[in-house]
């Protein structure tokens, strides 16, 4: 094989290779060998006809194209290889001719990895969340707690708000009963927005063994067959179920947790919280740096590469949906969808992804990034005790190459945080918090006096 000349254009290359007579003839042997056993020539046993028999019925040039399949990633590996050109994408068979002597010449078309411009990517100034836990939150976490440790008791009484409604019901719209409006010994907490609107609040002042008809009318944005109608639930009440909540004290806090007073559950509540938030304004203060400093760099993505990365983040997706029982294609029809418009929703993500992975790349070449064999050795013991595996079984199923390329990007990325500009911005939270803030703070401060 000999690459007579490469043109480069527009972001594509166009490689020209001449394959030497004897060694296009071995792939076409070798292109006849997988085929022959199909091949049905007059006079011959199914399989058996020679090849040139068959290349004199058919066309000396009948297996050319399975031939070329056969010989194409060897030489394109070797092409590339031999020019230093950074191909990405698949490549694909331009032109070929064959010659006098009976060599072939064959035009390789490939992408190219593009061309690159850092922009700014020291100093850049990047919002940065600044973490407050306040009050209202600490209280949230102490109700979803008592929320947790409930206990559920039948009343003799009125149902009211908050209750757990056990019943059987059944909708008909004009008289006439509808598919999927019928259910027996179902439990409704009234309150919870589960039904259309006006289907529980309906239910407050019902008593067990009561019948009572729910009169509703379903919303315009609900299924086309019910939507905008009126319909009546025939309603045979069971029980009524109250849920008492224990009470925030001591014991309380003893019984959820490794702490003696209910002081000292909320004060780990607001170090736990402000912990985790601290860690998501930091990933997100990261995540933005990087971005940012993408945005900054001049640089064409070929179309292949994000149709790739679209790819892995399907896979990706495809995996968590497997994850929960589901499958992709029963997730897209549920979405009302196809898989062309799930392709194009993650364009954009997928764009994102490979303009950061470009940019990384050329900033450990920029700044001469290095990895060393202990900083490898360490990340192989960080994946043996990630998947509890041995070592040894790490180092026989990774890529090293790609494990070092891994460190080096984590290094681009912590370079460019460590020299970003953090910009405080508040955390976002509803105004009627934003309201109170002068009031929690005051509770805070006499609580923190109390402690």
Not at 50 to 78: H, L, Q, S
Not at 173 to 181: C, I, K, P
Request: aromatic content about 6%.
């Amino acid at each position: 094989m000999n690459v007579k000349s490469v043109e480069k254009e527009k972001g594509t290359a166009k490689i020209t290779v001449e394959i030497e007579k004897a060694e296009f003839d071995a792939a076409l042997t070798k292109a006849y060998a997988k085929v022959k056993k199909d091949i049905m020539i007059p006079g011959f046993r199914k399989g058996k006809a020679p090849r040139k028999m068959v290349e004199a019925m058919y066309g000396p040039t009948v297996f050319y194209e399975d031939a070329v399949n056969e010989i194409f990633p060897e030489i394109y590996e070797k092409a590339v290889t031999e020019q230093q050109i950074k191909a990405v994408g698949a490549p694909s068979v331009a032109d070929m001719n064959t010659e006098e002597n009976g060599n072939v010449v064959i035009v390789v078309a490939t992408e190219l990895y593009p061309e690159v411009t850092l922009g700014e990517y020291k100093g850049i100034e990047v919002p940065k969340t600044v973490v407050n836990v306040a009050k209202a939150d600490v209280d949230a976490e102490l109700e979803r707690m008592r929320d947790r440790n409930a206990r559920i008791e039948t009343v003799e009484r009125a149902a009211e708000m908050g209750d757990t409604v056990v019943l059987d019901f059944e909708g008909f719209v004009d008289g006439t009963a509808f598919e999927g409006g019928k259910a027996e010994k179902y439990s409704l907490t009234l309150g919870s927005g589960s039904f259309i609107p006006g289907f529980e609040e309906a239910l407050v002042g019902v008593l067990a063994g009561e019948d009572k008809d729910v009169d509703v009318t379903f919303p315009e944005n609900y299924t086309k067959e019910l939507a905008g109608k009126a319909a009546t639930f025939k309603c045979k009440i069971h029980e009524v179920k109250q849920t008492i909540k224990p009470e925030l004290d001591d014991e309380f806090a003893k019984d959820v947790s490794e702490f003696d007073t209910l002081a000292a559950l909320k004060k780990d509540i607001k170090a736990n919280l402000t912990k985790t938030r601290q860690e998501e304004a930091d990933r997100a203060f990261e995540n933005a740096a990087v971005e940012l400093a993408g945005q900054n760099m001049t640089c064409e993505i070929p179309a292949c590469m994000i149709e790739e990365q679209v790819d892995k983040h399907l896979e990706q997706f495809a995996y968590q949906l497997q994850m929960q029982g589901m499958k992709m294609e029963d997730y897209i029809k549920m979405m009302g969808g196809d898989m062309n418009a799930m392709r194009q929703s993650m364009r954009p993500m997928a764009e994102t992804t490979v303009r950061s992975n470009i940019l990384l790349s050329e900033i450990v070449n920029v700044e001469n990034i290095e990895v060393s064999d202990e900083e490898v050795e360490d990340e192989l013991k960080s994946l043996a005790e990630q998947y509890e595996m041995e070592l040894d079984k790490v180092k026989e199923a990774v890529n090293l190459d790609m494990v070092k390329s891994d460190l080096k990007g984590k290094k681009a990325v912590k370079l460019i945080v460590d020299n970003a500009k953090a910009v405080d911005v508040a955390e976002k939270k509803p105004a009627k918090k934003a309201a109170k803030k002068d009031e929690e703070a005051s509770e805070e401060a006499a609580e923190e006096v109390k402690e």
